[in-house]
């Protein structure tokens, strides 16, 4: 299964809303996770099953999709999030991630 | 608090085995919760599942790997291991060893930090 990701990259200011999209080659009910990795560390997970904010998430992330589409979005776009962010299914193997959407906070 | 560290060679010739191991704290590898993972992020393929072990040595490998790879464990201590051979400049990455709990509904909540693996002569 090939998911895609857009954008590439983005440019927003602090409190801004900020959206991400994940598209899914082939439909994955809700199996999709959200990532998060700064420059040098290990990806965090963020989201999974579509919705669910796991452990410690700040409230500001948000998913949503089920199917084949699905989207993150950070609500008040905070200068911590600069970072780069993979959606990932986990529905079947191989599991496959996103290429990635590089944030940036102007 | 669950622990994973990548060890290994930071620099393989190419054709040559790379061999890389994760220790585990925390949680028990052999305990039947989790798939225990190696993913890897590449420049040219970004973030790849490379495979797993389960349950007393069930693996499960990328079909794109498969034939180079092998993923062992040492249950007595606590660690897993990836072991790709006639590895390419393709190959040069950060490997990641991380877990995938079976129940949960979620994947890869704690991860190593990474170990830079460079193909090189």
């Known amino acids: 299964i090939q998911m895609t990701q857009s954008p590439s990259s983005l440019s927003a200011s602090v409190g801004d809303r900020v959206t991400i999209t994940c598209r899914a080659s082939?439909?994955?009910?809700?199996?999709l996770g959200w990532f998060q990795q700064k420059p040098g560390e290990a990806p965090k997970l963020l989201i999974h099953g579509s919705f669910n904010l796991h452990t410690g998430v700040p409230s500001r992330f948000r998913g949503n999709g089920a199917g084949t589409d699905f989207t993150l979005t950070i609500t008040s776009l905070q200068p911590e999030d600069s970072a780069t962010y993979y959606c990932l299914q986990d529905y079947s193997y191989p599991r496959t991630f996103g290429q990635g959407t590089k944030v940036e906070v102007k | 608090q669950v622990q994973l560290q990548e060890s290994g060679p930071g620099l393989v010739k190419p054709s040559q085995t790379l061999s890389l191991t994760c220790s585990v704290s925390?949680?028990?590898?052999?305990?039947?919760?989790?798939?225990w993972t190696w993913v890897r992020q590449t420049p040219g393929q970004g973030l790849e599942w490379i495979g797993y072990i389960y349950d007393r040595g069930s693996t499960n490998y990328n079909p794109a790997l498969k034939s180079r790879l092998t993923i062992s464990a040492d249950y007595s201590n606590n660690k897993f291991s990836l072991r790709l051979t006639s590895v390419t400049a393709a190959d040069t990455g950060v490997y990641f060893c991380?877990?995938?709990?079976?129940?949960?509904?979620?994947?890869?909540?704690?991860w190593g930090r990474g170990i830079r693996v460079t193909v090189s002569s």
């Open positions: 925390g949680d028990s590898i052999n305990s039947g919760g989790s798939y």
């Open positions: 082939r439909a994955i009910r809700n199996d």
């Open positions: 991380t877990r995938d709990p079976i129940d949960g509904g979620f994947s890869f909540d704690f």
